[in-house]
């Protein structure tokens, strides 16, 4: 065979390879379009093997045409749903493909043990510009690899990775993530969710430089599980994003039993899903572009502009750390750290997230907000603190002096269920025959529960600040911090003016000062009325300030939660709050603090996989649902059936999700014997 011949048919392949690959992808090309070029390239290839390479190569000169028209005619100013659809290709370059042409010498680490063999999750050593380097990412496989799940990891997977990190910081070498998830696997038995806080928390610790690239889909908390880093690159045809775009178009759709391609779009749009919205946001660092029609696994070339990237993010990370000027040729030589470089980079690290989703409302917070930066500054910082200090002193006196006051006025408001004049019926009454009650004496009485059987009616959060707080002594505080709509998702303008309106509240969160059986907490309380309770970027800002308030002035921090998860309006940014509150308890936990999370009717998703499940006590009331998704997601998802009491707390403490069920009449003796097992002597009090 003549080397003219070779070149055709390879060409030919490569064309093939494309027309396949067009095919994968739902963008919207004309499936006659995509017949006509197979057909010319049927004819090509026909022609060659009978030795026509010279016409051979005339008809690939007008394929070639063909596939530029295609480029241009679907290719430019990609929507976003389009851009979602080549993110899932098969086609696509994959973490194993990444590990080998990105880097060298890849040794794949197949699993530490049996209760961390997840192929969903693939790790191992190589080496990058003469540094070791720890490769880490989801894999989702290729044709016939069911067993990958999609890259959808359980928990022994993100396990896995964690054990992969700590390796690589025990011997100082950084961390590279790919990310590619549709999101982690729901099944409860393994519990998903405490897996993922405990990623976050574990992640934000962790010693060495950690770059992550987002190759394909940034599915949720599942991306976040190997992904709190410090230099994030994305491909321009990869996105992030808290929920799938249908799950997006159902909660914008006028009718939610048929989503329309508009729907779609729409939804596509609002939950700014792509890269180029994810850097504006603040949350990627640096974009990739990929090839025109999308990274493809043959694409040489493109490895290369991932492997500079990588580089960069890594000689990026050592510099930001570095307090003197270090030339780019030392840096390059050794990513490693020196240790007096750690605490640099886990405050680097802090800041990162701690300013995403952050919003200033007033032009003296934006006062505020430049005051505090300035001070980091490291000879303002020396000049100022005795001065600081000083006025502290004098406001702190001020403060604690209208506190007190505000002490002695401070009153819960009353349930409002307790108003309503009717029976209602305990839904265990068909087992245990229970009679029904009249709602004032249900909440009154027996707060919330039913005399007969012990069953738990959800309590709103008035009843819960009574319940658990001495009487009037809960003073809140940040009680300015409002929920906005910083995407402007369509229509969610009016669902929080009709929140606010409704609960009188300017978000789902309340924070404040109190004591339990006369023990001072930072206390922190969710209302399931506002949005579902769910974590949005006001929320997320809200819990970092009150556990900030609780390390600074060292008080326990005791936090109830109400939540339907992370917030689906406020997109990518509600994601980041799951790692910021994460960061906040992991910082105050290291600096010798005390938190006890106490799980409610509901605890899902988002606030689940953070803050929720990090409590050096984790509490739970009897027959609460807690669980990482829905049980139809989880039946849809499996293909089986579960049981009614599938994600209740007394099934979620079996399988050592919580640490303990506690009855509500108990709820505050036990929360006080608990408090009195670390007495840390504070800045007002000693207990």
Request: aromatic share 8%; net charge positive; hydrophobic share 40%.
């Amino acid at each position: 065979m003549d080397l003219d011949k070779k070149i055709i048919l390879r060409k030919i392949e490569e064309g093939k390879d494309i027309v396949s690959y067009l095919k994968d992808i739902d963008i919207g090309i004309p499936s006659a379009e995509i017949s006509r070029i197979s057909f010319k390239l049927q004819e090509a290839e026909n022609l060659a093997r009978n030795d026509n390479s010279t016409i051979a190569g005339n008809k690939l000169n007008s394929i070639d045409d063909l596939f530029a028209g295609v480029r241009k005619s679907y290719f430019l100013n990609l929507s976003p749903r389009k851009i979602d659809s080549i993110s899932r290709s098969d086609q696509r370059p994959k973490t194993l493909d990444y590990a080998r042409e990105v880097f060298e010498d890849f040794e794949e680490i197949k699993g530490f043990n049996a209760n961390s063999a997840d192929p969903a999750v693939v790790c191992g050593f190589a080496r990058l510009d003469s540094n070791n380097i720890m490769v880490i990412g989801h894999e989702k496989g290729g044709f016939n690899e069911d067993f990958r799940r999609g890259g959808s990891a359980l928990p022994q997977g993100n396990l896995k990775a964690i054990r992969a990190m700590k390796l690589a910081e025990k011997f100082g070498i950084p961390v590279v993530t790919f990310i590619d998830t549709p999101g982690s696997w729901p099944l409860e038995e393994y519990l998903p969710a405490q897996r993922i806080a405990k990623n976050l928390e574990v992640q934000y610790l962790l010693k060495v430089p950690h770059v992550s690239v987002v190759i394909g889909e940034g599915g949720s908390g599942g991306a976040l599980a190997i992904d709190v880093c410090d230099y994030r690159i994305m491909l321009d045809k990869a996105y992030y994003s808290v929920i799938s775009i249908s799950g997006g178009a159902a909660i914008i759709a006028r009718d939610k039993r048929h989503i329309s391609e508009a729907d779609l779009d729409r939804a596509a749009k609002n939950l700014r899903i792509t890269a180029d919205n994810a850097r504006k946001l603040g949350v990627v660092d640096r974009i990739v572009k990929e090839p025109a029609i999308g990274a493809r696994k043959n694409d040489k070339d493109f490895y290369l502009d991932v492997r500079e990237a990588v580089i960069e993010g890594l000689h990026t990370v050592k510099k930001n750390i570095s307090p003197f000027f270090i030339p780019d040729s030392k840096i390059r030589d050794s990513w490693k750290l020196k240790k007096y470089q750690v605490p640099a980079l886990l405050r680097k690290r802090y800041r990162k997230y701690k300013k995403i989703g952050v919003y200033h409302t007033s032009i003296s917070d934006k006062i505020r907000h430049f005051m505090g930066e300035l001070y980091r500054i490291k000879w303002v910082h020396t000049v100022f603190t005795p001065l600081r200090k000083s006025v502290e002193f004098v406001i702190n006196l001020k403060i604690r002096e209208k506190e007190e006051v505000s002490l002695l006025k401070a009153e819960v408001q009353p349930t409002v269920l307790s108003y309503e004049d009717r029976w209602v019926e305990c839904p265990n009454t068909g087992i245990h025959g229970c009679q029904d009650i009249w709602i004032p004496t249900l909440f009154e009485e027996y707060n919330g529960t039913c005399p007969h059987c012990g069953y738990h009616f959800r309590l709103i959060i008035d009843s819960y600040i009574e319940l658990l707080t001495d009487p009037g002594s809960f003073r809140e505080f940040n009680e300015g911090i409002e929920s906005v709509n910083p995407l402007g998702f369509d229509g969610y303008n009016e669902k929080l003016l009709k929140a606010k309106k409704t609960v009188k509240r300017k978000c789902a969160m309340i924070t404040g000062y109190a004591l339990i059986k006369g023990r001072p907490v930072v206390a922190v309380f969710t209302d399931v009325r506002f949005r579902a309770g769910t974590l949005g970027c006001a929320e997320g800002e809200k819990f970092l300030r009150a556990v900030k308030r609780a390390m600074r002035e060292k008080k326990p921090l005791v936090a109830v939660h109400q939540s339907g998860g992370a917030r689906i309006e406020e997109g990518i940014l509600a994601l980041m709050q799951m790692v910021k509150t994460s960061i906040a308890i992991a910082r105050y936990k290291q600096a010798g603090g005390y938190y006890i999370s106490i799980n409610t009717d509901p605890t899902m998703a988002g606030v689940l996989a953070s803050y929720a499940s990090l409590g050096d006590f984790t509490i739970a009331e009897p027959n609460a649902q807690i669980g990482f998704a829905g049980v139809h997601v989880i039946e849809q998802t499996i293909k089986q059936k579960k049981p009614r009491n599938y994600q209740h707390s007394e099934m979620v403490m079996g399988r050592g999700g919580v640490d303990m069920v506690v009855r509500r009449d108990e709820l505050k003796d036990v929360v006080a014997r608990l408090l009195n097992l670390k007495k840390i002597k504070g800045r007002d009090e000693s207990y």
